[in-house]
């Protein structure tokens, strides 16, 4: 089994779960060059905020660093809050908890989300 096949797998076990619970979470999707957050109310299947390091608001030339996912986890909490949520749940799209993953995590919770 090859590294895209298994993220996939962990990606759909883990949406299946959270659909079923009916729960708010952050999603994230990222590449080589940028990274993006979404809270997304699984209830009503909508997007309920959105921030990415492709934004107009995202000033910085490289979207690529651990800085970058830093900020992007704290706009995403700022985001979060202004709609009322504090308790959300962490979908990392089956990308290992490393990194820039973990950064945006480390961002949302400094920005006062808990997971």
Do not use: P
């Not at 608001?57 to 651990?66: E, L, R, S």
């Amino acid at each position: 089994m090859n590294k895209l096949t298994t993220r996939k797998r962990r990606q759909k076990k883990l949406r299946h779960y959270q659909a079923k619970n009916a729960k708010v979470c952050i999603v994230i999707s990222k590449s080589s060059r940028n990274i993006s957050a979404q809270l997304i109310d699984f209830s009503k299947g909508k997007v309920l905020a959105a921030s990415s390091t492709l934004s107009k608001d995202f000033k910085d030339n490289n979207g690529g660093n651990i800085a970058a996912a830093k900020k992007i986890g704290e706009a995403i909490a700022l985001k979060a809050s202004k709609l009322g949520f504090k308790k959300v749940s962490f979908d990392r799209a089956g990308f290992k908890y490393h990194g820039r993953v973990k950064a945006l995590a480390d961002g949302a919770r400094e920005g006062g989300l808990e997971f």
